[in-house]
């Protein structure tokens, strides 16, 4: 193995020694012997890592070195150590142990000869990656799986030289001007429970889909951009004033009047800013036209360097301190919040150079700078009020800006600062291998913030990385929970936030700081939501550190502070608002966090051992990914039925038989519901036939109808509404009495397939579907007492004393009564008895039903989207040929859609495809392998 501390070759930074003589050489070599070691080092107890040291001093010449980022949707990108490779992983759940941990590398085809940084665009859709000659790499996500990306601009064909070395990147704002975002900005508790404060956020910046600014080594700055015919053009301008001035860092902020400041530290260790304005005028008018860029620089500039210090008090000398890390704080978003200034913000690290760099006492203290950029109002003398008005050619003044220095902050010695994603925090670590949050207002630690009324994030709460033995080039997850290092074996190493409050001792009343706790992890939950980031994250750190009893709480906790308590009531109640729930774009994540932290909570009620499974979900688990398909099935049919409506549309026969797969589906779900209630009939009027034993009483528990997925399904109100929204779906289909098209025909032979042929009508879907059956479990005229109820089954999956009765009422009332719908003719007992519903159909996934204990045979693989059993893999484009399948990194279900979108199919559902019905990413794996 190298010695790290060797490794560091600034040849490797510049090619030029011409550069090289200006850059202010740390002498690694000073005299071990010769130093007074006793008398300098105080506060530094542990011999800092030599490989942190050298991370850290790397990032004293070049301010654009991230070797590993993380993308909104969970890509995790990270650059070889030999800057040759750069490495595509993601978080993934593995059912087996039951744990969260990263999926298995996938290198890009792509070969470097010296890449050092890497930068994922603010939507997630698009990775840059720069080397050290300055040449840009643009990829864009594939569609059909998260572990791949495609190659949009090759860097390959840039010159590129030393003086063009990136010291700074940034993507431009991705978000439309008329666009306002919703940001969560805390949580409170109120009276009954916790409250989100949301606030609209106005985007920022000069705007443009793909576009990514780069400043280099020598002060230029270059705006690689997509043009409406996909091609990557370049421009350029020079920000720096004086010839021949060589920069160490560069940093970016987008501002409200839709400029963009650039912030730029010298060798000589001056900082200064520019304004920089894009106009995209003839880019919109031509294709071959470029942007203007127009730099208006800040007349004044600092220095960087501190100009006292307390921690270096007798030997105090301004050349000790080294800037590592330049950033600026953007001014607020938030719409009617008070304006801050963008605050410049710079990190130093005090260098005692009495000492060698393997001294511990070397690096002795960090400190923190800031200036506001502030704009000041020029005042004319008093005596120009006295003149005779020049009339109205008033001159247009600018205002100027001025730095404004702020109080500085001491702190550890800092090796890395990332600004955590939506939220105004900053993330450091230290030389101690550390890690902090502090707020970027005022630079305070937010885990000294606790309070048990609010908290507006995870460290404020009690939230903590564990320590570890090194902090290299850390990347945090868009929820800033779990941290991201490629370590020293090469590795991508991950460390989740923990609780540190220790386990609960009884749940009632709740330790209010584990409320807290709960409640933090949940307003990151929501602000992924809003954000359309991953959960991913949160949930691996959900699944380390909530223990299971708790589960139900964390679950009831986000239903009841992103819903109303009107949304799960039924229908027919006065203030329900339970039927928009099917038309909230948060739905398919918040059933997905329901389910996945649901799934294996081993003291909450299972089907499985009934089935004669091992190891399915709980049924709260099942519960909450079955209505998540429901949803889904559902939309698909509601986007056809709206696209059919437009005559000229032609459709394909493989989309025709995807959709028809989907109303199977869901039909045989309702056939399923039917059977199981049947069943419970069955074994009151004839208990001979069946064994104690027996197997197959489906989501009918107990036997008596009380317990199971089929009461859950009927006596949650937000399970029945998604029901009854599918059935109206299917409906509408059948109401057509003149199909127009084969498209039509083949749909509506498929209803009739599935509903009179099986021994069902809508009449008597319907009619079992109606609010009044499980409304008798509510607390009458109690909209919130009836919420609590409904909360608890839905996050325990346990039937509520109230509604246990619910089905045997459907039974004997509606179905088995003398004018019920079996004497009506609705329902065909025997068509329904002999066609045998096949569970793992129903849940297309073994992992979340459970597997069969007694039985070895090879089992089959559904695809979750299409419906149907998996025949064989398909070759990906451009890749070995081998044949693939995707796979859902969250709940582990199959797609055999590894080409996407899907030719002929409408753009709309097509984009379905792109994530797994819970929400979750699909990877590509080898076809062999998931057969196995
Ligand atoms: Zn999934």
């Known amino acids: 193995m190298e010695d790290p501390a060797d490794d560091f070759a600034s040849e490797s930074f510049f090619d030029q020694n011409s550069l090289q003589q200006q850059i202010q050489q740390i002498d690694a070599s000073a005299d071990l012997n010769g130093a007074d070691l006793n008398g300098t080092v105080t506060n530094v107890t542990l011999p800092p890592n030599p490989a942190v040291i050298e991370q850290l001093s790397r990032k ?73 000659r300055g040449r840009v790499w643009i990829y864009h996500t594939a569609l059909n799986a998260i572990n791949r990306l495609t190659l949009a601009r090759q860097g390959a064909l840039d010159e590129g030289d030393g003086y063009l070395q990136p010291v700074g990147m940034t993507w431009l704002s991705q978000d439309r001007q008329e666009r306002p975002r919703n940001i969560v900005l805390n949580a409170t508790k109120g009276e009954a429970r916790w409250q989100h404060g949301n606030a609209r956020a106005k985007p920022l910046g000069p705007y443009w889909p793909r576009a990514i600014a780069i400043v280099h080594r020598n002060g230029l700055l270059t705006l690689c951009f997509q043009r409406r015919d996909g091609q ?28 963009m400041i650039v912030a730029l ?21 031509s294709l071959e036209g470029l942007p203007s860029l127009t730099v208006d620089p800040v007349s004044s500039n600092v220095s960087s360097q501190p100009t006292a210090s307390a921690s270096l008090p007798d030997s105090y000398d301004p050349d000790s301190w080294t800037l590592s890390h330049l950033k600026i704080v953007p001014t607020s978003d938030l719409e009617k919040a008070v304006q801050v ?15 060698g760099i393997t001294d511990a006492g070397f ?38 800006i001025t730095l404004q220095e702020q109080s500085d902050k001491e702190e550890q010695v800092i090796t890395t600062m990332h600004q955590v994603d939506g939220v105004h925090n900053l993330a450091v670590t230290t030389l101690e291998n550390r890690t902090d949050v502090l707020s970027s207002e005022d630079l305070s630690p937010m885990s000294y913030a606790a309070s048990e009324q609010e908290t507006t994030c995870m460290s ?12 290299l080039n850390p990347s945090f997850s868009p929820g800033a929970c779990v941290r991201a290092d490629i370590g020293a074996d090469a590795k991508t190493q991950l460390v989740v936030m923990e ?24 307003l990151t939950f929501a602000r992924a939501c809003w954000s359309n980031a991953t959960i991913d994250d949160v949930l691996m750190c959900a699944s380390r550190t909530v223990p299971p009893e708790l589960i139900p709480v964390v679950i009831s906790n986000i239903y009841r502070t992103m819903f109303r308590d009107g949304e799960f009531v039924h229908e027919k109640t006065q203030g329900s608002e339970v039927e928009r729930m099917f038309h909230k774009q948060i739905m398919a994540k918040v059933f997905s966090y329901h389910a996945s932290l649901a799934a294996n909570c081993s003291h909450l009620p299972s089907m499985s051992p009934t089935e004669g499974r091992n190891s399915g979900w709980t049924l709260s688990g099942q519960w909450a990914w079955l209505v998540n398909n429901v949803r889904q099935t559902t939309t698909l049919l509601f986007m056809n039925l709206r696209d059919i409506q437009n005559v000229t549309i032609v459709v394909s026969q493989d989309f025709t038989e995807m959709l028809c797969a989907n109303l199977r589906w869901g039909l045989s779900l309702i056939r399923f519901i039917f059977n199981s209630l049947l069943e419970v009939g069955d074994r009151e009027t004839n208990p001979d036939i069946f064994d104690e034993k027996d197997r197959g009483r489906f989501g009918d528990t107990l036997g008596d109808g009380s317990q199971g997925l089929v009461a859950l399904l009927l006596n949650c109100h937000a399970s029945r509404i998604f029901l009854i929204a599918f059935v109206r779906a299917v409906r509408t289909y059948a109401k057509v009495t003149e199909p127009k098209s084969q498209h039509q025909l083949q749909v509506l032979q498929c209803i009739q397939q599935q509903t009179s042929n099986k021994g ?41 004393e109230s509604y246990q009765s619910t089905i045997k009422n459907l039974l004997n009332k509606l179905i088995n009564s003398p004018s019920g719908l079996r004497a009506k003719l609705l329902v065909d007992r025997l068509k329904l008895f002999v066609d045998h519903i096949d569970l793992d159909y129903i849940f297309l996934n073994q992992d979340i039903l459970g597997r069969r204990s007694d039985s070895q045979a090879t089992q089959v693989i559904y695809d979750v989207h299409r419906k149907r059993p998996i025949t064989k893999g398909m070759a990906e484009p451009h890749g070995s040929g081998k044949l693939m399948v995707r796979k859902c990194v969250r709940c582990g279900s199959f797609s055999e859609d590894v080409v996407v979108p899907p030719r002929e199919w409408p753009k709309q559902v097509a984009m379905v495809l792109t994530r797994c019905t819970c929400d979750g990413n699909w990877v590509l794996e080898s076809w062999e392998n998931v057969q196995k």
């Open 363 to 400: 690096l002795v203290s960090g400190l923190i700078k800031r200036w506001a950029v502030k704009p000041v109002e020029v005042k004319l003398h008093p005596l120009f009020d006295a003149l005779p008005s020049t009339g109205s050619a008033v001159v247009a003044t600018k205002p100027m």
């Open 499 to 522: 609780y540190q409050l220790g386990q609960p001792q009884s749940q009632q009343p709740l330790d209010p700081h584990i409320d807290t706790a709960i409640a933090a992890l949940n």
């Open 60 to 132: 004293w010449y070049s301010g654009c070195l991230e070797r590993i980022a993380w993308s909104r949707h969970g890509h995790i990108a990270s650059i070889s150590e030999d800057g040759s490779t750069v490495y595509l992983e993601c978080l993934r759940y593995d059912q087996g142990s039951g744990s969260w941990d990263l999926h298995e590398r996938h290198s890009l085809t792509t070969l470097f000869e010296d890449a050092t940084s890497l930068a994922w665009s603010a939507t997630g859709g698009e990775l840059a990656v720069v080397d050290v």
């Open 760 to 800: 069902l009508s809508f009449a008597a879907i319907e009619a079992i579907l109606e609010y009044r059956w499980s409304a008798a479990g509510d607390v009458e005229g109690d909209i919130a007492a009836t919420a609590v109820r409904q909360l608890d089954m839905m996050a325990t999956g346990i039937v509520h």
């Open 265 to 285: 530290h010298s060798f000589k260790k001056r900082i200064s800013v520019h304004f920089l304005t894009i106009d995209w005028a003839d880019v919109n008018q």
């Open 232 to 259: 990557y053009m370049k421009v350029s301008t020079q920000l720096s004033l004086r010839d021949g001035e060589l920069y160490t860092h560069a940093s970016f902020a987008p501002t409200l009047e839709g400029k």
């Open 341 to 355: 200034y963008p605050t410049i913000l710079v990190v130093s690290t005090g260098i005692n150079r009495t000492v």
């Open 460 to 471: 404020q709460s009690g939230f903590a990385f564990p320590y570890t033995q090194t902090i």
